[in-house]
């Protein structure tokens, strides 16, 4: 697609559901990411997809949440038995040649709110 | 681990005035971005800096690496309501991975 395309846009859960976030990649690039930002605070790092290499998980907050990346593709990512402090925006991200030069696309981002 | 900083955190500024923004790394880094996120929008790449000591200008506004690879800054001469946003550097941490800055967030008063 011309841009990175993220669904929902808006989710509201109630607390201890599960949901999932959705985000679909600039054709062809190879490497996606997602981010998670608060309210009035910066983007922290939660996951990273390079082709067909194992993810760098490093930034998932808790088991609770997960990523998978299905075909080199489409991203899906869970978060099990939701908590208040998860209520952020979820953005997703896709770059050519890893960012190195041309940098992330983001998308939109997913608002979650959990009541 | 890397950890950056930005200042400021905030900054009001008139029309017309100019604008710097500092990112700091305690560590050394390869290569450095430069995004701004305009009000309820997402973040939008700027430029990269990879060079010691690299100038990059992109009309008003001027991105500068420091000498050391430690440091960077962003600097817009004579803003404009349009420059209205928060700027956040990206440091490369690990292979193709960005961490985010703090962020800057900018005002312009008309």
């Known amino acids: 697609g011309a841009g990175v395309s993220q669904s929902p846009s808006n989710k509201v859960t109630e607390k201890g559901k599960d949901v999932e976030l959705r985000c679909d990649p600039i054709?062809?690039?190879?490497?996606l990411y997602w981010y998670r930002q608060s309210l009035g605070q910066g983007l922290e790092f939660l996951i990273y997809?390079?082709?067909?290499?194992?993810?760098?998980k490093s930034g998932l907050p808790s088991d609770r949440f997960s990523a998978e990346r299905t075909g080199g593709s489409v991203s899906t990512l869970t978060i099990q038995r939701t908590q208040q402090e998860d209520s952020a925006v979820y953005l997703c991200?896709?770059?050519?040649?890893?960012?190195?030069?041309?940098?992330?696309?983001f998308g939109s981002g997913t608002r979650l709110t959990v009541v | 681990g890397q950890q950056v900083m930005q200042i400021p955190q905030y900054q009001h500024v008139q029309e017309g005035e100019d604008f710097t923004t500092y990112c700091n790394s305690s560590?050394?880094?390869?290569?450095i971005q430069w995004y701004k996120q305009r009000p309820g929008g997402h973040p939008v790449f700027l430029i990269q800096?990879?060079?010691?000591?690299e100038v990059k200008k992109q009309k008003r506004l001027t991105f500068q690496f420091g000498e050391a690879k430690k440091n960077s800054s962003l600097h817009i001469t004579a803003t404009q309501t349009t420059d209205v946003g928060t700027y956040f550097c990206?440091?490369?941490?690990?292979?193709?991975?960005?961490?985010f800055g703090t962020g800057t967030r900018l005002k312009v008063l008309a």
């Open positions: 054709s062809g690039h190879t490497a």
């Open positions: 560590t050394t880094l390869s290569n």
């Open positions: 991200a896709s770059s050519a040649r890893g960012g190195l030069g041309y940098g992330y696309t």
């Open positions: 990206a440091p490369e941490s690990g292979t193709y991975k960005y961490i």
């Open positions: 997809f390079q082709g067909n290499s194992a993810p760098d």
């Open positions: 800096l990879v060079k010691s000591g």
